[in-house]
């Protein structure tokens, strides 16, 4: 399967049981599970949006909203979940790339994400530290990134960035 393959849509009610059943097995563990499940209780799944092939969701991404000194910032890209065997076939590429015009199209100025920097790199994520942002979670410095979604967005601002209290104890 390549990213050809892939058909990358909306989250709908009826996927909850496959996308549940996906990111326990993409992350070997229910924490990300139940935290999709408490955004989505909370109304804080801003964007959700599920990749399938041939019908069978294998992949879901979600955005929630981050704050800065309090005041609405952006959206924060977490959890990314692909199922095991449909890893390194193009389907987290196509998810965060259909999420990130999905925040566009939303008129999200900022995302931020905990991640790899060679993998969200790709999609124009920088260290948030250049923009003189800093994570509520303690991690090595690059690992914090953000991406301007429209341009200066971020000018004149900097600080502490929190994710939605559904993150708090995950």
Do not use: N
């Amino acid at each position: 399967m390549t990213i050809a393959s892939w058909r990358v849509r909306l989250e709908v009610p009826a996927d909850v049981d496959a996308v549940r059943d996906v990111v326990i097995r993409a992350f070997e563990r229910t924490d990300e599970a139940r935290l999709v499940a408490a955004l989505r209780a909370a109304g804080k799944a801003t964007i959700a949006l599920v990749g399938e092939h041939g019908g069978r969701v294998a992949g879901h991404v979600v955005f929630s909203p981050v704050t800065l000194a309090g005041a609405p910032l952006g959206l924060g890209l977490a959890p990314l979940a692909v199922a095991p065997e449909a890893q390194r076939t193009g389907l987290g590429t196509a998810l965060v790339r259909a999420g990130l015009d999905a925040c566009r199209i939303g008129r999200a100025g900022v995302v931020v994400v905990l991640g790899s920097p060679a993998y969200y790199g790709r999609f124009g994520f920088v260290a948030a530290e250049r923009h003189g942002l800093c994570s509520e979670y303690d991690v090595p410095p690059g690992v914090f990134q953000v991406l301007e979604l429209r341009p200066e967005a971020l000018a004149g601002r900097g600080g502490l960035v929190r994710y939605a209290e559904e993150f708090a104890g995950f």
